[in-house]
């Protein structure tokens, strides 16, 4: 089994960046972040794989950016230039297969982090 555990979020202030982590227990093919907001469906944002090969949704290109300490067994997203668009629960989330790309159906997910940007 796989477990993930989300830190790092909190309030912030648009322009401004903020990093959330995530503990994991086995580094699989595919992990990501997701997010939802408020009365809104859950967004992909971003994946890497177990190479290192990421992608990003529209929304988050530029300013958000995932990279992984194998040896901490974290996996990190990045924020910067935020908008109070950006405001919802993040989640971190792992698969063992399928394709690598921004997604919401992951096999497995941590309990998510808040994140707020305030104007």
């Known amino acids: 089994p796989q477990s993930l555990v989300e830190s790092g979020g909190g309030s912030v202030q648009a322009g401004g960046s903020l990093t959330l982590s995530c503990r994991y227990t086995n580094d699989l093919h595919c992990m990501g972040w997701y997010r939802q907001a408020p009365g809104k469906e859950r967004e992909g944002i971003v994946t890497?794989?177990?190479?290192?090969?990421?992608r990003y949704a529209d929304s988050v290109k530029g300013r958000f950016t995932v990279f992984k300490d194998k040896e901490k067994k974290t996996l990190y997203l990045q924020m910067s230039a935020m908008k109070p668009e950006d405001t919802a629960m993040y989640y971190c989330?792992?698969?063992?297969?399928?394709?690598?790309?921004?997604?919401?159906?992951?096999?497995?997910w941590g309990q998510g982090t808040q994140v707020t940007v305030s104007s």
């Open positions: 890497i794989t177990y190479g290192g090969n990421r």
């Open positions: 989330a792992a698969d063992g297969g399928g394709t690598c790309v921004p997604r919401t159906d992951f096999k497995y």
